[in-house]
């Protein structure tokens, strides 16, 4: 059985000092997470070693960036590298998420380099693929996502396939307190699973751990975690809150 894994992307959200906060608080609310439930908190490039140095304290929890380059060094001024990441103890790296292609150019293209880069490196991609609500209101929602799929994974071997983990977004979810149905996310984490299928093997497909990434929060995630193919959640509000993360933590863990 897949664990679950529940993951907080902070976004543009606190510097050094707030991301201390807050992972205080989540030690305070939580302790060493549940032993049947993997975490991952991601907070900015500039917070990364300061939740690193956190982080020592609390078990079960991870650490990851929210963006990588694919190479190794250069004048790629702004950017961080594989090494870089792991120099503080980075496990994850999201990449291709919706706001980084919708405002910063990224293509299906840069974030198969990403990827390969990752995973060649020793970092577990966390592959962010979603339509708009202009995509499905159009029926375009299935080939845009799999061609999202399809494209991340070029040049991925089948013996990382368990290193890969994948986000569905709903891209009309986030932020605008809109989510999709149950039945919604499960219909296209199967989808995703499948193509992965496809791509590899059912054996394969079936390690790869697919998280829903639209507005998951308390009161939702419940009914989504239980769909079979919701392997967890990348979630960006409520990881914000301390109690809030912790709650969908322990929904996991009564699910498990």
């Not at 980075?90 to 910063?104: P, T």
């Not at 089948?158 to 039945?183: F, K, Q, R």
Request: hydrophobic share 35%.
């Amino acid at each position: 059985m897949r664990r679950f894994l529940i993951a907080g992307n902070w976004k543009m959200n606190c510097g050094p000092k707030e991301t201390s906060t807050l992972l205080q608080g989540i030690k305070d609310t939580i302790g060493d997470l549940p032993e049947v439930v993997d975490g991952l908190v991601c907070p900015p490039t500039i917070s990364l070693t300061t939740a690193s140095v956190e982080l020592q304290d609390i078990g079960g929890l991870a650490l990851g960036a929210q963006n990588v380059h694919s190479e190794d060094n250069g004048a790629y001024t702004g950017e961080v590298s594989t090494d870089m990441l792991k120099e503080v103890n980075c496990d994850y790296v999201i990449l291709g998420h919706s706001e980084r292609r919708q405002y910063f150019g990224e293509t299906d293209k840069t974030v198969n380099a990403k990827v390969n880069k990752a995973l060649n490196d020793g970092i577990k991609p966390v592959i962010c693929v979603g339509e708009s609500l202009e995509q499905r209101k159009a029926n375009e929602h299935k080939l845009r996502v799999k061609k999202q799929v399809q494209a991340a994974l070029i040049g991925v071997e089948d013996e990382d396939a368990a290193n890969l983990v994948i986000a569905y977004e709903p891209i009309w979810a986030i932020g605008t307190g809109e989510t999709a149905t149950p039945d919604q996310a499960q219909e296209m984490h199967k989808m995703i699973r499948e193509e992965v299928a496809e791509i590899y093997s059912d054996d394969d497909a079936n390690q790869v751990r697919i998280l829903y990434g639209g507005s998951m929060k308390p009161h939702n995630a419940e009914e989504l975690l239980e769909q079979p193919d919701v392997d967890g959640g990348l979630i960006g509000g409520a990881s914000l809150k301390a109690d809030s993360f912790t709650d969908i933590i322990k929904i996991a863990e009564e699910l498990s």
